[in-house]
């Protein structure tokens, strides 16, 4: 059971199957992609598949991603939440927004919800990171705002990747 969360703006949610054309045509925006993963757009497979990862991964760990949704519209503006897949350096707190959605604060929104329902309701204490890459200058900002702090610099997916751990309480 994926729970739904709701915040002045946002809700949070499953991702369902209808999402795929607007999940699709974010993950192939190159503007976008350009820091997550191997650092480029992916095709509608994958982004199907990154889809059902998320889906799975609350099966098998019991947290995920999330969708974001804008209340108002119905609109999917990206997605926000947990990645812990097998051989993560520890539990990540991610997030992704379609470039349309960008400068309006719903990354941070998404993300302090995902943290806060996270530590309150999933038990997620402990190591909580967020992997950045260095000319993330958006998301930098972000993990700064959010209270992380740069922790080291890894090498992640083949690219170097900086570890922002996020204070244990907050």
Known sequence: MIPTLHT??????????ADLDAYAAMSADADVMRHIGSGGPVGRDIAWRQMA????????RGY???????????TLVGRAGFLNPEGWP?????WLLARAHWGRGYALEAALAARRHGREALGLD???????????ERSLALARRLG??????????????QVWRHPDRA
């Open 53 to 60: 990862l998320f889906a799975g991964h609350w099966a098998l």
């Open 90 to 94: 520890a539990n990540e707190l991610g």
């Open 126 to 136: 402990g190591r909580l990171i967020s992997l950045i890459r260095a000319d993330n």
């Open 148 to 161: 992380a702090h740069h922790e080291e610099t890894i090498d992640f997916m083949g690219n170097p990747a």
């Open 8 to 17: 002045e703006r946002l809700t949070l949610r499953a991702f369902a199957e």
């Open 64 to 74: 995920g991603m999330w969708a974001i949704e804008e209340t108002a519209s119905g």
